[in-house]
């Protein structure tokens, strides 16, 4: 039922009280989920122009110029709502819906990347959930045959009962073949392609814009899309060619209330009216109403404009790869959205009061009582046991298990396989991009707004690493009931901090997702506040990219940045139950000298190796660089006044390890920015000292910790 208010602001524009089809289509058009009616305010203060955005928020992806005749469309969306209900359908239809987005753009579909978010794997409910996320996006994605490149899993109690499930995609097109969602002519008329409209997915906008509850499970389970990828894979080549051919003017995938969504938000952009002929639609179930037809979120469907002439060379082409497809209505110099069936008027909505109509507005926001950061904890009696119980926590530990179930090198473009700090994906020759993704919760849970900067700072780092510089970035933007001001102010607090730092690099934000009401009745809880993000880099030669593991015995092995006493929020704290202690790490205000000369060392050829520091501190990165090799390393230099535990385990911004053969011409590079020189690489084993504190780590002890979750997996 539409809320009160919401029926009353209606009724008055129209001049009468919409019927059920009609209020039906206002119930998802103005939720939350789309129209951001509690977060459009907050959007607004991103910055979201550059010199490469060709198309920035609004559309179904971002375009961005790549050069040479090449655009990348890049986009991001959520799918948490539905992975609970039913976590492989979920999962899967999350990563069609992303691809569809990329599709209408006229881009092919390149890359994907799935930043997850769950609850501890010893809770089965959870363990469940996890397996069949992962076997539902990977079902999809490779039967697409599109690789997931990168991803993330975080594990974190407050995921228990709403796993997050965010997906990326990125696309790749010749400018000239870019089409938008914005109608262009009327008379032109609408075709429908795809898979045919059933009842699954009804009402999934509005169902994505409340809290889930214990019946959750039984009474959503209509709600949730059922995908099917062979379809979708005959949808991309369909679509791609009905577009080569210069046959669509526009073009809108159906996700978000369903048909009532995608023709109407069409005919908005473009300034017109609509007409809608239900009866057109092919249906998979008998007897459905106007009302089914319209809000269904049936899957692999597109919506096309097309020229009268060329109908039915659309029509041949969906024909071609055995798809349904019919004309289902014309645009219309009247600005309404009439929808007619069986030789009556279903529904006639004045077009922009449905598509712009929801009003926006900022919610209350209350700052919490401070917190008290808590006494520090005892130095841990047994150094090396702290590294290795680091290492084999789900956060830390190698996500080997997880993205072996993916191709993830179809389509001969990638060059580095998951589990780098970054994927890079050749496009034209040698010259390419780097893909990074995700945030940690836990620091913007201490602090919103520092969390929020640290987001796009840790994801900037990965591809500086690799010698790529940020180009876009699209968000997720994921957290509990913005109703509730301590929600809400997190949420705002965390937009302010993310468009601060893409704005001290540069970086737009060219769209994304708001996912609110994350929270379930079933463990009383709001999610950790999950400013999740996508970052799309450019590199000049990714054969240049330095290896994330030491390759050479003897190399230097340079500390850069600089190390504080910054635990709040750690993986490290976290293991020893002070989740919720100390200070969230603050960004250094040198960050763009970091990046900045971080890019011109991996550019130059001097670095061996090189790897962002984040979860888990030096400890964490060291040892997962000494895949091959093993290393002699003295922290005792790192920083003054600062404990072993700190030293090792410490989660601040901007640093990373490099390794080199050419120690003398590196230092000379980074003389602009804090460095330590803290070992060289060689032997078997990893030999640590902080002053009077020895660790000695075998490659078997390293190797058994960080494959935990692999050996979970296996049980």
């Known amino acids: 039922m539409l809320p009160e208010e919401d029926l009353k602001i209606i009724t008055e524009k129209m001049g009468r009280e919409p019927n059920l089809v009609e209020q039906g289509c206002f119930l998802n058009l103005w939720s939350e989920h789309c129209s951001y009616r509690s977060s459009a305010p907050l959007l607004k203060t991103f910055t979201t122009t550059g010199d490469k955005v060709i198309i920035g928020p609004g559309d179904d992806a971002a375009i961005i110029s790549f050069g040479n005749g090449w655009v990348l469309a890049v986009g991001m969306e959520s799918h948490n709502h539905p992975s609970y209900v039913d976590p492989y359908n979920g999962s899967a239809t999350g990563v069609g819906g992303i691809v569809r987005d990329i599709i209408s753009m006229g881009a092919r579909p390149i890359a994907l990347m799935d930043p997850l978010y769950f609850g501890p794997l010893d809770n089965p409910k959870n363990l469940y959930l996890f397996e069949h996320i992962i076997e539902g996006i990977a079902g999809y994605g490779n039967c697409i045959g599109v690789p997931v490149v990168r991803g993330e899993a975080y594990f974190d109690r407050s995921y228990s009962g709403n796993p997050l499930v965010n997906v990326v995609a990125v696309g790749l097109a010749r400018e000239k073949d870019v089409v938008t969602a914005c109608a262009q002519t009327a008379g032109n008329k609408l075709v429908l392609m795809g898979s045919t409209t059933g009842r699954d997915g009804l009402g999934g906008a509005s ?73 057109n639609v092919v249906l998979r179930e008998t007897g ?37 497809g019919s004309m289902i209505g014309e645009l219309t110099e009247e600005l309404n959205y009439t929808v007619e069936f069986k030789g009556e008027v279903a529904a006639d909505i004045p077009v922009k009061l449905l598509t712009e109509g929801a009003p926006t507005f900022e919610r209350p926001s209350t700052v919490p009582e401070a917190r008290e950061p808590g006494e520090k904890p005892e130095l841990p009696a047994d150094l090396k046991k702290a590294v290795l119980d680091i290492l084999s926590s789900h ?50 849970l201490l602090d919103p707004y520092t969390g929020g900067k640290g987001t796009v700072i840790e994801n900037a780092m990965n591809l500086a690493v690799k010698g790529a510089r940020g180009l876009a970035i699209v968000d997720c933007l994921n ?29 737009p ?35 240049m990219a330095p290896a994330g593991v030491f390759t ?38 040198n960050v763009v000298k970091v990046i900045d000369t971080l890019i ?57 390890l490099v390794a080199t053969s050419e120690p003398d011409a590196v230092k000379e590079m980074l003389k602009d920015v804090p460095y330590t020189v803290i070992g060289t690489v060689g032997g078997n084993t990893l030999n640590i000292q902080i002053g009077d504190s020895k660790i000695e780590l075998t490659p078997e002890e390293i190797n058994e910790a960080r494959d935990s979750l692999m050996a979970l997996m296996m049980e």
């Open 288 to 324: 459905m109403t106007p009302y089914e037809i319209l809000i269904a979120e049936s899957q692999e469907r597109m919506l096309l404009e097309v020229e009268p002439e060329n109908v039915d060379a659309v029509l041949a082409i969906a024909d071609k790869y055995d798809l349904n």
């Open 395 to 444: 956060n830390v530990a190698s996500k080997r298990w997880i993205y072996r179930q993916y191709d993830h090198e179809v389509q001969v473009r990638t060059v580095r396989k998951p589990g780098d700090d970054a994927g890079l994906l050749r496009i034209d020759g040698n010259e390419g991009i780097a893909l990074s993704c995700g945030c940690n919760p836990r620091h913007t």
């Open 552 to 589: 050479k015995e003897g190399d230097t092995i340079i500390l850069v940045g600089e190390t504080g006493d910054e635990l709040g929020g750690s993986e490290y704290y976290n293991i020893i139950g002070k989740e919720m202690d100390g200070k969230a790490p603050k960004p250094p205000e």
């Open 479 to 507: 957290f509990g009931n913005p109703e509730r001001p301590d929600i809400y102010w997190q949420f705002k607090q965390a937009i302010l901090g993310l468009g601060d730092a893409a704005r001290d690099l540069t970086i």
């Open 207 to 279: 169902f994505a814009s409340r809290d889930l509850s214990e019946d959750s499970e039984a009474e959503d389970r209509p709600s949730i899309q059922i995908g099917d990828p062979f379809t979708e894979k005959l949808l991309i080549e369909a679509t791609l060619e009905a577009i080569g051919k210069g046959y669509v003017k526009s073009c809108r995938d159906l996700g978000a209330a369903g048909l009532a969504g995608a023709s109407s938000e069409m005919a908005s952009k473009g300034d017109l009216g609509m007409r809608i002929i239900a009866d």
């Open 600 to 656: 011109d060392l991996a550019k130059s050829g001097k670095l061996t190796a090189s790897h962002d520091l984040s979860l888990g501190g030096i400890a964490a990165a060291i040892c997962e660089m000494c895949e091959n090799y093993g290393a002699d390393i003295d922290l005792s230099n790192v920083a003054e006044d600062l404990r072993a535990d700190e030293i090792l385990f410490s989660e601040s911004y901007a640093r990373a």
């Open 509 to 543: 934000v060219v769209g994304g997702n708001v996912s609110l009401y994350n929270e379930s009745g079933e463990f009383k809880t709001a999610i950790a506040p999950t400013p999740s993000i996508g970052l799309v880099g450019h590199i000049e030669d990714v054969t």
